[in-house]
């Protein structure tokens, strides 16, 4: 196996959107709390129907088990916004995973491999999009300036540049909807068409 901990401290956007792109047969999100041994036959189940007979799960840093509802952290130290910081959990699941293993694979023990992304995943180099949306974020936030509009956020609406009142941003915290988004049952993203639906599915309700 491979356990993947990405950034996601109370919002499991970084480890569904991957997983849906095909990078993961799994993902554990904070949302919602997982139970290991469901998460091991998912993923013993994968293994055996991958020809490289390997499986992925992402884990989120905020992530929780249904006997441990606690988030993990890295110490007691906290950060200016009293946030201690979060890390650890993917060690827990794969050292559970790893001594699991034979309990559901006759008896094998499974080896699993442990990956803390964190901020390796910002240190790829640009694409096209990354370049452009900046600078037209930065000229728009300009613009703005320029007309002393306040209060205001640069957003991307329907495909199209536009802004909206920042509340949108610090009014709630914007968390995946369960219920439409995530499958409890297979541990992955949930959608039933992409026909009408935004760019990114799950990330455009505001």
Same mark, same amino acid.
């Given at each position: 196996f491979l356990v993947i901990e990405v950034f996601g401290r109370y919002a499991g956007f970084t480890a569904m959107l991957p997983t849906m792109a095909g990078?993961? *047969?799994? #993902?554990?999100?904070?949302?919602?709390?997982? @139970?290991?041994?469901?998460?091991? @036959?998912?993923?013993?189940?994968d293994r055996n129907h991958h020809p490289s007979n390997y499986?992925? %799960?992402l884990v989120s840093?905020?992530?929780? $088990?249904?006997?441990?509802?606690? $988030?993990?952290f890295e110490s007691e130290e906290k /950060?200016?916004?009293?946030?201690?910081?979060?890390?650890?959990?993917?060690?827990?699941?794969?050292?559970? +995973?790893? /001594?699991? &293993?034979?309990?559901?694979?006759q008896g094998r023990r499974?080896?699993? %491999?442990?990956?803390?992304?964190?901020?390796?995943?910002?240190?790829? /180099?640009?694409?096209? +999009?990354? &370049?452009?949306?900046p600078m037209a974020f930065g000229n728009?936030?300009? /613009?703005?300036?320029? &007309?002393?509009? &306040?209060?205001?956020?640069?957003? +991307?609406?329907?495909? #199209?540049? *536009?802004n909206v009142s920042i509340d949108v941003v610090v009014g709630r915290k914007k968390v995946v909807d369960v219920h439409?988004?995530?499958?409890?049952d297979r541990l992955r993203p949930k959608y039933e068409t992409f026909m009408r639906q935004p760019l990114f599915i799950m990330t455009s309700d505001v």
């Amino acid at each position: 196996f491979l356990v993947i901990e990405v950034f996601g401290r109370y919002a499991g956007f970084t480890a569904m959107l991957p997983t849906m792109a095909g990078a993961a *047969d799994r #993902c554990v999100i904070p949302e919602y709390p997982f @139970e290991l041994e469901h998460l091991l @036959e998912l993923l013993i189940y994968d293994r055996n129907h991958h020809p490289s007979n390997y499986a992925v %799960v992402l884990v989120s840093e905020g992530a929780t $088990m249904t006997h441990h509802e606690e $988030m993990s952290f890295e110490s007691e130290e906290k /950060d200016q916004y009293g946030h201690r910081k979060l890390g650890g959990i993917g060690d827990k699941v794969a050292a559970v +995973l790893k /001594d699991l &293993s034979p309990k559901f694979n006759q008896g094998r023990r499974i080896n699993v %491999v442990n990956q803390r992304l964190g901020y390796l995943v910002r240190c790829g /180099d640009p694409d096209a +999009l990354d &370049s452009i949306v900046p600078m037209a974020f930065g000229n728009l936030a300009l /613009d703005l300036v320029l &007309s002393r509009t &306040s209060g205001r956020l640069i957003s +991307l609406r329907n495909g #199209c540049y *536009d802004n909206v009142s920042i509340d949108v941003v610090v009014g709630r915290k914007k968390v995946v909807d369960v219920h439409k988004y995530y499958n409890t049952d297979r541990l992955r993203p949930k959608y039933e068409t992409f026909m009408r639906q935004p760019l990114f599915i799950m990330t455009s309700d505001v």
